[in-house]
């Protein structure tokens, strides 16, 4: 089960990376340096080829291994960022979540571990505004887990757009990083919803 | 002999990197170690954290090392190869907010006094003040 779990997520993330390639890069090109679709790519490629290997591990070191790949292979700030976010989900998840409370707190490892090595939090323009609001929805416990997290990232990822970048390549454009999506916000919502995705369809 | 903090350059561009070393090399000459790389995994522009981690192995001596990078990725890639090296190491490995090139130079320029780490990243630092 778990393993067809994790070999249907990496498939679900490669696919969605490769569709949303044109369009990361599009968002990053406004306001970065334009290569954020094809290094999602790169790195989720990477781990699509690895598949086999992954796919068996035990959760936490399946995460932890899809995470490393990441980091060597995506070649921007992304690479750390996501390879963090999983890396650090990994090491919590020592033992395997089970339900909402315990996911969060896998994941809230995940999103502290991102901040650390961005040095950045909510209210920056970055992924952490899809990030943060969707553990927080988790954390509230109320209404559907998938159906409030799917929505805390949409919001999460449309509250960028009138954001003054303060970090990354974006933050050199000051007022003109205005009225963009964040692409890493992006790619953070695309990823969440392969995941609320893939849980709605296994239960 | 005494050995001097050595120098990591890391840029989005190997032909960048390459020509900061080069750079440094000609101006402060070759008592100091200095190590480049450039260009993601794939060969395109961006910054390859396994490629930072050799680099730093590559001039890693015990008065240690000062990395300088371009822009955000750089940063983000080196901060994360620094952690991947075994802590004793790591603690001697530090980098420098600081522009690339003139940055490289200073720094150069201090390491081969055989001024601390400490102070080579103050100086290479002192170009934002």
């Known amino acids: ?203 | 002999m005494s050995e001097s903090v050595s120098i990591v350059i890391v840029s989005h561009s190997p032909q960048v990197a390459r020509g900061a070393a080069d750079m440094v090399r000609e101006m402060v000459g070759e008592e100091v170690q200095v190590a480049h790389c450039g260009g993601n995994p794939a060969g395109g522009l961006g910054t390859d954290v396994m490629a930072i981690k050799s680099a730093i192995e590559s001039v890693y001596n015990q008065k240690g090392v000062a990395i300088l990078v371009d822009l955000g990725g750089a940063e983000t890639n080196s901060e994360m190869a620094v952690e991947m090296l075994p802590a004793e190491m790591g603690e001697r490995v530090v980098i420098c907010n600081a522009p690339i090139v003139e940055g490289a130079v200073m720094a150069a320029t201090e390491a081969a006094g055989g001024a601390p780490l400490e102070a080579v990243k103050a100086t290479a630092e002192e170009f934002l003040s």
């Open chain 1, 1 to 203: 089960m778990k393993t067809e779990f994790l070999r249907a997520a990496i498939a679900r993330a490669t696919e969605t990376m490769r569709a949303h390639n044109q369009e990361l890069t599009e968002l990053d090109q406004a306001i970065g340096d334009g290569d954020h679709g094809t290094n999602m790519q790169r790195g989720f490629d990477a781990i699509e080829a690895s598949a086999d290997e992954i796919s068996p591990l035990d959760l936490g070191a399946a995460l932890q291994k899809a995470g490393m790949t990441l980091v060597t292979t995506v070649g921007g700030a992304s690479g750390p960022l996501y390879g963090s976010l999983l890396m650090s989900m990994g090491k919590a998840a020592s033992s395997e979540p089970t339900d909402r409370a315990s996911f969060a707190a896998v994941f809230s490892e995940g999103v502290d571990a991102v901040k650390r090595r961005g040095k950045s939090d909510v209210g920056a323009k970055t992924m952490l505004d899809v990030l943060v609001p969707v553990l927080q929805a988790l954390q509230d416990d109320g209404g559907d887990a998938v159906a409030v997290a799917r929505q805390a990232a949409d919001e999460g990822l449309e509250s960028t757009r009138n954001m003054l970048a303060t970090k990354g390549r974006a933050s050199f454009l000051g007022e003109r990083s205005v009225g963009h999506l964040d692409p890493g916000a992006r790619s953070s919502a695309l990823l969440v919803h392969v995941v609320c995705d893939l849980i709605e369809e296994s239960q």
